[in-house]
């Protein structure tokens, strides 16, 4: 497969290949991911004016997912752990695109480099 394959192809591999047939993942963890997903490529459409089907990975570059975690927090007033957990699922497609598309693996790293957002915990009252 060429480095131009798109997020479509890999996103779908993603999910069947990696969550489901190499890690086991849980139903909790795969609709977390696929509501990161389904949200980020709202997004994409909506800041870039193109389907999903016409997005490259090149779109999805750090700067513009960094944009996108800005948006959750402002726009959907997600929480930081909610920002965080929507971090790790683009982490962890990330980390399987360098794996499979080794010529992105530069692009990958600067995904991967991208922070976790620090919170402060609450107290439980009893």
């Known amino acids: 497969m060429s480095p131009a394959a798109g997020p479509p192809a890999l996103l779908q591999r993603f999910f069947t290949d990696r969550l489901l047939g190499q890690l086991g993942a849980s139903p909790h963890t795969i609709v977390a991911y696929r509501d990161t997903f389904r949200l980020l490529l709202r997004f994409a459409t909506a ?3 193109r ?8 779109d999805l ?3 513009f997912l960094g944009r996108f975690l800005d948006h959750l927090e402002r726009e ?4 930081p752990r909610t920002r965080n957990n929507r ?3 683009l982490r962890a497609f990330a980390r399987y695109v360098a794996l ?5 693996a530069l692009h990958c790293q600067q995904i991967l480099a991208t922070p976790s957002k620090r919170y402060t915990r609450g107290r439980w009252s009893s």
């Open 47 to 49: 800041a870039l004016g």
């Open 51 to 58: 389907a999903p089907s016409a997005l490259h990975l090149a």
């Open 61 to 63: 570059d750090a700067a």
């Open 76 to 79: 959907r007033r997600n929480d």
């Open 87 to 89: 971090l790790c699922a």
């Open 100 to 104: 499979q598309e080794p010529a992105l």
